[in-house]
Antibody
Framework: QVQLVQSGAGVTKPGASFEISCKAS????????IYWVRQAPGQSLEWMGW????????KYSQKFQSRVTLSRDTSATTAYLTLLSSTSEDTAVYYC?????????????WGPGSLVTVSS | QSVLTQPPSVSGAPGQRVTISCTGS?????????VHWYQQLPGTAPKLLIY???YRPSGVPDRFSGSRSGTSASLAITGLQAEDEADYYC???????????FGGGTKLTVL
């Protein structure tokens, strides 16, 4: 069965960077892109970017383009999100999700989410 | 502010039918990009509910259905049950920006 297991972040200080990992299992990692979506407290879902697990190419939301890096390790079947220069507005639950299809993909499996709290 | 517009809340009594709208523009839904729907129960990750032309993943009851017309889409839930109380989100794509778009979410209350 498809599983996405997330780890990382937690509490981080303003101005610091943080990384969240997303380990995939139950399918061939390189055949699906990994999407990253965040949800601030009480807010809607916000797309941050996606990475092609086969070739490592990434597409970023314009909002996060300068501060986010997506990467993956195919041997570890793991995708990573790194966010730089965090502020309190980055406090959110961060989800990774598997994309199905090309452009206009839907997200068929989601990780449980990683809570990141940016606070001094 | 979300690019896809959803009503903040809808409600219905058990057994009734409710619909949730998702309004976009000529750059996204109107450009032919598919609309997908997710259900998010409190404290959990979103779950895929409807994808593409109204398809349901395995395990999703046929009480849930999706449709699209012009620059809008709708999610319909018939035979409302208490367990349907959740937040619902639509998702599409924007060809001009290459972006993934989510709606603002709709909270469904079962009375």
């Amino acid at each position: 069965q498809v599983q996405l297991v997330q780890s990382g972040a937690g509490v981080t200080k303003p101005g610091a960077s943080f990384e969240i990992s997303c380990k995939a299992s139950g399918y061939t990692f390189s055949t699906h892109s990994i999407y990253w979506v965040r949800q601030a407290p009480g807010q809607s879902l916000e797309w941050m970017g996606w990475i092609n697990a086969a070739n490592g190419n990434a597409k970023y939301s314009q909002k996060f383009q300068s501060r986010v890096t997506l990467s993956r390790d195919t041997s570890a079947t793991t995708a990573y999100l790194t966010l730089l220069s965090s502020t309190s507005e980055d406090t959110a639950v961060y989800y990774c999700a598997r994309g199905f299809g090309g452009y206009g993909a839907f997200l068929d499996f989601w990780g449980p989410g990683s809570l990141v709290t940016v606070s001094s | 502010q979300s690019v896809l517009t959803q009503p903040p809340s809808v409600s219905g009594a058990p057994g009734q039918r409710v619909t949730i709208s998702c309004t976009g523009s000529s750059s996204d839904i109107g450009a032919g990009y598919e609309v997908h729907w997710y259900q998010q129960l409190p404290g959990t990750a979103p779950k895929l509910l409807i994808y593409g032309k109204g398809y349901r993943p395995s395990g999703v009851p046929d009480r849930f259905s999706g449709s699209r017309s012009g620059t809008s889409a709708s999610l319909a839930i018939t035979g409302l049950q208490a367990e349907d109380e959740a937040d619902y989100y639509c998702q599409s794509s924007d060809g001009s920006l290459g972006a993934v778009l989510f709606g603002g979410g709709t909270k469904l209350t079962v009375l």
